[in-house]
């Protein structure tokens, strides 16, 4: 069979045609490859729509017949191309989803009116190009932490995250940028909390954080993709603000520190409960809650004097933290159960954790 070539043409008068054998560079013709050819997603009709035209050197001394295999053709999903079997072209049967599937890879072929092939099949890559249609989605509808009062400018309080379905590599379409739309109460200022705008986090602002004055603000927080100026989402998030100084995080009876191992850095905006056992009987008791600051540490869990002899369970909701960086979790909650014996003792009860392992101790 005569060395001959294939001759893409495309819309808008575009011309592509590949060397012969032996002229201009020289390549295999199974190495010939045409740039991905660049298809819209959610186009609107009327279908099939033209996409490009195939055509064969060789229909000058005979009547060629075109067909197309591969993804989107005769394998699932089976009908999203075509092509016109006569003239060559490639068409598109209905709106495509970038979210579905970004890419199809077709072969084309070029047989003559006895069924003999009279080219080598040529590789088509279709690359469905992304439009902003999926506004970002928050991992959480309110997210916690907490922070000592006092604290200095600066502080990482906790962390939103925000993800979104478009495409963030070629295009903004998917880039979310966050911002503060709103502090409750606005005290003693507004602006007493800021938020990287690229990485979601939280951190204090303003000096002026004191227990007795404001012990919770909320925050509302937005994200917007195409960098900011595009589909929105909200979430809230609410910070505690602690009156005891680091100095006496530790002088309760009973105190956690909580440590992410994947990152090497501590767990911040994790809620942890601790509860009692109700002897006799299996009936258990809430006595606290509360939520880990920027490092890891909460107020004590017992004050000193409140603890008694019994069974205590802690309880760490260890998959809200990971949603909230965008992991899943292997175990939804991770729960210490342990005995007090000797009251008047500290106890001190570390965790730490990843997404798909956690190791506890007793510390002291």
Sequence with gaps: MAPCTFTV??????????????????????????????????????????????????????????????????????????????????????????????????????????????????????????????????????????????????????????????DAVSSNNGVVSYSILSQVPEQPQPGMFTIDSSSGLVSVAKLGLVAEVVPEYTLEIQAADLGGVGLQATTTARITVQADSMSEVGNGTLTTHVLNTATGLPAAGLVVRLAQLQEPGTQWTELAQRHTDADGRCQPLLAPGQAKAGTYKLHFETAEYWQGLGHTSFYPFVEVVFIITDPAQKLHVPLLISPYSYTTYRGS
């Excluded at 053709?73 to 490639?90: K, Q």
């Excluded at 003999?116 to 279709?126: C, F, G, L, T």
Aim: proline share 8%; with cysteine.
């Design 9 to 166: 043409l495309l819309l808008l008068l575009d011309m592509l045609i590949f060397p012969e054998h032996g002229h201009g560079l020289r390549r295999q013709k199974r190495d010939w490859v045409i740039p991905p050819i660049n298809c819209p997603e959610n186009e609107r009709g009327p279908f099939p729509k033209k996409l490009v035209q195939i055509k064969s050197t060789k229909n000058k001394e005979m009547k060629v017949f075109y067909s197309i295999t591969g993804q989107g053709a005769d394998t699932i999903p089976v009908g999203v191309f075509i092509i016109e079997r006569e003239t060559g072209w490639l068409e598109v049967t209905k709106p495509l989803d970038r979210e579905q599937k970004d890419k199809y890879l077709l072969y084309s072929h070029a047989v003559s009116a006895n069924g003999q092939p009279v080219e080598d099949p040529m590789e088509i890559i279709i690359t469905v190009t992304d439009q902003n249609d999926n506004q970002p989605v928050f991992t959480q509808t309110v997210y916690h932490g907490s922070v000592l009062e006092g604290a200095e400018p600066g502080t990482s309080v906790l962390r939103v995250l925000a993800t979104d379905a478009d």
